[in-house]
């Protein structure tokens, strides 16, 4: 499992596209700084098809007041829980 | 990556030739065989035909690829041009001791191999 | 640094995604697959999005005169980077054929782009 972490918005960059054209079957991704408005229940179709695989940062959603309007199907973690996710990776890929 | 900095000179019939600190043509411009004899006699060695001819490939690598080469390019480009026999890292080594890709690219008047730790 | 050669697939593969002269990021890409392939590293590269474009044929310097790529890319194969992908979706994006690029890199969908990703023990993004 290698985790994806993306930190552009899908409303104004297609390195979301990139990210998910790299993702294995088990891969994870991880939203962080703008990748984090990927989060919003208008912007999530962008990641369909990575379902429950789908991860934004809480401190970079709350520094940007969406902390409660997330869609329901995106896992929220901190900082402890990104660590954690880092961990569980055999890599880590960054999109920027 | 050149340096622009003149740390020595390196004296010559024709002049003062500008060497950076690891001994490297500051204007590369300046390489003539005459140089490349100097900075070699510095190095104890004297240049024979087995030493001009990879430093002519050398020049060649740099004429067409715009970087000097580390020492696995070196050895491909070495065997390409003067066949597999000198082509081998070992052939390198004696002719150019120590570093071959760096002290051969000095003698040549290129910059230091950038990928070449 | 040396390894055996019974693997079969490449161990570094660097993904390239910026084209030549708007940043300094495809440069600092093929430098650091030249240094792992200076040291015997088997190498592979993907040119992704606007990376595609670093391999238009008749490319020159800069404005300024910064250097141009081409002289780079022509001389992987010095460095036996001979594993060369380009992302089938940006060349349809951009309007490209992949026959019309230098260096003939094999164009991949998505779904061999994952799978490269998969089977690199380690994978950069520039």
Redesign the interface.
Same mark, same amino acid.
């Given at each position: 499992m290698k985790l994806h972490i993306v930190n552009r918005s899908p409303a104004s960059s297609r390195v979301y596209g990139q990210a998910l054209s790299a993702m294995g079957p088990d891969d994870r991704l991880l939203l962080i700084e703008d990748g984090v408005q990927g989060a919003l229940p208008q912007l999530v179709r962008y990641y369909e098809d990575i379902p429950g695989r789908l991860y934004a940062l809480r401190e970079d959603l709350e520094a940007r007041g969406l902390l409660g309007h997330c869609d329901a199907s995106v896992q929220v973690v901190d900082v402890d829980g990104f660590v954690q996710l880092t961990e569980e990776a055999e890599q880590t890929l960054s999109w920027y | 990556m050149a340096s622009t900095e003149i740390y020595r000179y390196l004296s010559v019939p024709e002049g003062n030739i500008g060497l950076d600190p690891e001994g490297y043509l500051v204007d590369l411009g300046q390489w003539s065989s005459t140089v490349a004899e100097a900075l070699a006699e510095e190095e104890g060695m004297t240049l024979e035909a087995e030493h001009w001819e990879v430093l002519e490939v050398l020049r060649e690598?740099y004429a *067409?690829?715009?970087?000097a080469?580390?020492? *696995?390019?070196l050895v491909?480009?070495v065997g390409r041009e003067l066949g597999p026999d000198k082509g081998r890292s070992i052939h390198l080594m004696r002719l150019f001791p120590g570093s071959p890709a760096k002290l051969a690219a000095r003698l040549a008047g290129l910059p230091k191999p950038?990928?070449?730790? | 640094m040396s390894h055996d050669n019974d693997m079969p697939d490449g161990e570094l593969l660097v993904i390239l995604r910026h084209g030549p002269h708007g940043s300094s990021w495809l440069r600092e890409g093929l430098?650091v697959a030249?240094?792992a392939?200076?040291f015997?590293r088997r190498v592979s590269l993907l040119f992704m999005g606007d990376g595609v474009l670093a391999l238009l044929a008749g490319q020159g310097t800069g404005a300024l005169g910064q250097?141009g790529t081409a002289?780079?890319l022509?001389?992987l194969e010095?460095?036996?980077i001979e594993t060369l992908w380009v992302e089938a979706e940006a060349l349809a994006r951009f309007g490209l054929d992949e026959h019309e690029l230098m260096l003939a890199p094999q164009a991949l969908t998505a779904e061999a782009i994952a799978h490269a990703v998969e089977t690199h023990p380690r994978v950069l993004t520039f």
């Open positions: - | 690598f *067409r690829y715009q970087m080469p580390a020492m *696995r390019p491909k480009a950038t990928n070449c730790l | 430098d030249l240094v392939a200076a015997g250097k002289p780079t022509e001389m010095m460095y036996d």
